[in-house]
């Protein structure tokens, strides 16, 4: 164990976990804005000198790993000689800090005995940082539209606080309560994660946390490479579609991945992708990065905490100038291929013959918000939650229904008792979407469908850019259901749309769609017995188990009728 014993490295590993989570927990107990204490929408972490991440804590996974790319930004920025004790450093430039304007790093460098040991970092949604719309920017054309920029200054200097950064910060937000009582949370989780490692090091002294450190992060590569070996070698190629741009509504963007896995690494090239767009669905390459870590600690070490060490097989390729890859100026307020790239990542994979890869979820988060000026406070509120989508199906099982997209695990829906209590709106029903999974030998997970009335003159507002294509089955499996949402559904001004942003009047409402998973397999292979069980559970419908699966159901003793099943399978079956 290169002069240290197993049982202090496990001591060592063990309490750097907690210390992510109590980052994790003081974060939510002290943060102002639903996005963070319910949904979750951030990525903390405790990292090495060498911005080597060594402990996360549950959130949005993407953003701890991208926080590994915004730190080495940040020393390059700033230099180590201007990194000092008790700082606390805000970044939120996208091509440095792996995100959008409104995703802001917060870095603790953490110390001892004079010498630069780590460093504690909290990536958050902040609700406003003076962009040109508040809430979301749906049709940003330079990043300069999207709000404040942060390049790497300090908020705590040498432990005092900047004040005249606070201010800056207070007049560039329409929120500007909401957005400093985040950031504050945010300071205190970074203060705390750094706290503890500075005790954890003054109780085994630097040369044994060291040692630990190496340790960790050398098992975590030799666990991944365990894996790695036994995945199928080759090269795979796969592509989707995003919706639009937000600029140019008629036009599908590109989104290509090429996987390849020998014996020492995976790579995955984003070569071939479509060239960066003037609308805002760029992705900066420290998040195109995060996304695919993402899929390669699914594949090899899910049921281990992360670290460094997991991904050093990994490599990633994206072109600078293409749409994985933003360069300056172009906007990435909605980032929307980063989400789609998870499953794009794994229909190459599945080209492998990687049996457990399961075909696409819902393709997107869906999410629905609304804002405005609320009657009773006088000041602006701003609402909302991303949809659970249905996950595809696999070689062993069907899809999960409704739950969080593949790109945010360990992030929440916002519950409904919270939203009406925040917001002056009525959430009127809110349930399975019908027939939405893929059908299968096993079947998609259903999409969601939710029901909104806005009770004062507000702003809707919908995300989605998977609604022109559909999530696609895998083994011969059907395609899921798009996701998409109706603005004044049963009116004269009813309109279906993906992405949106609408004024809307009181009274006003709007119902969102969340996509169904694919299916796994040919669906007249699907037990009858489990077709029915889907029916009562108005999974699908009557007419669905009939139309997708060959299934006969009589309706009077709710049981399949084996015989006709088995006539009509037999018909399709020829006719196919």
Request: hydrophobic share 35%.
């Amino acid at each position: 164990m290169n002069g240290i014993d197993p049982i202090t490295i496990e001591v060592i590993r063990n309490y750097l976990l907690s210390a992510a989570r109590e980052m994790n927990r003081n974060l939510i107990r002290t943060a102002y804005s639903t996005i963070i204490y319910e949904v979750k929408d951030f990525g903390v972490g405790i990292y090495d000198n060498q911005c080597r991440l060594l402990a996360e804590a549950p959130g949005l996974a993407i953003f701890t790993r991208g926080n590994d790319y915004a730190l080495k930004q940040i020393v390059q920025y700033l230099g180590h000689e201007n990194i000092h004790p008790e700082d606390i450093i805000l970044l939120n430039y996208p091509y440095m800090s792996a995100a959008h304007t409104l995703d802001v790093t917060a870095a603790a460098p953490i110390f001892h005995d004079d010498k630069l040991v780590g460093f504690s970092a909290v990536k958050q949604h902040w609700k406003d940082l003076g962009q040109k719309d508040p809430g979301y920017c749906t049709d940003t054309t330079d990043v300069y539209q999207e709000g404040l920029l942060i390049p790497c200054l300090k908020i705590h200097k040498r432990g005092v606080l900047n004040q005249d950064l606070v201010e800056l910060i207070r007049f560039n937000s329409r929120m500007p309560e909401n957005t400093l009582g985040d950031m504050n949370a945010k300071i205190s989780s970074c203060i705390t994660g750094r706290k503890r490692v500075e005790e954890l090091i003054d109780k085994f002294g630097q040369e044994t946390y060291n040692l630990a450190v190496e340790n960790i992060l050398d098992h975590g590569e030799r666990i991944a490479r365990v894996q790695l070996a036994d995945l199928p070698k080759g090269t795979w190629s796969a592509e989707d579609w995003v919706d639009d741009d937000g600029i140019d509504r008629d036009t599908l963007v590109k989104i290509k991945v090429t996987v390849t896995i020998s014996d020492t690494e995976m790579i995955v090239d984003f070569t071939g992708s479509d060239p960066q767009t003037k609308g805002p669905i760029n992705v900066p390459i420290g998040m195109t990065m995060g996304t695919a870590a993402l899929v390669f600690k699914a594949v090899t070490t899910p049921d281990t905490a992360a670290n460094d060490g997991n991904f050093r097989p990994l490599k990633v390729i994206a072109p600078p100038g293409c749409v994985m890859h933003a360069i300056e100026p172009a906007p990435t307020f909605t980032m929307w291929p980063a989400l789609l790239a998870v499953d794009i990542i794994l229909k190459a994979l599945s080209k492998a013959g990687v049996d457990l890869v399961p075909a696409c979820s819902g393709g997107d988060i869906f999410s629905i918000s609304g804002l405005g000026v609320h009657p009773d406070t006088g000041k602006l509120w701003h609402e909302g939650s991303n949809e659970g989508v249905g996950f595809g199906a696999h070689a062993e099982g069907d899809g999960e229904n409704s739950i969080m997209h593949p790109s945010e695990p360990g992030c929440r829906n916002n519950p409904i008792e919270i939203m009406e209590i925040k917001a002056p709106m009525m959430i009127e029903f809110y349930e399975l979407r019908q027939d939405s999974g893929g059908s299968g030998k096993n079947r998609g997970g259903l999409g969601a469908k939710r029901g909104v009335r806005y009770l004062v003159e507000s702003t809707a507002f919908n995300m989605a850019k998977k609604t022109k294509t559909k999530p696609w089955g895998m083994a011969g499996g059907g395609d899921g259901e798009n996701g998409h949402a109706i603005y004044w559904p049963e009116t004269s001004k009813e309109l279906t749309i993906g992405m949106n942003y609408q004024k809307v009047e009181a009274g006003d409402r709007v119902i969102n769609f969340s996509g169904g998973g694919g299916g796994w397999g040919n669906p007249l292979l699907r037990d009858p017995q489990s077709v029915l069980d889907d029916v009562r559970n108005e999974y699908i419908s009557l007419a669905g188990a009939k139309r997708d699966y060959g299934v006969v159901i009589d309706v009077q003793t709710m049981s399949v009728d084996l015989e006709l099943t088995e006539q009509h399978r037999n018909a399709v079956k020829k006719s196919g």
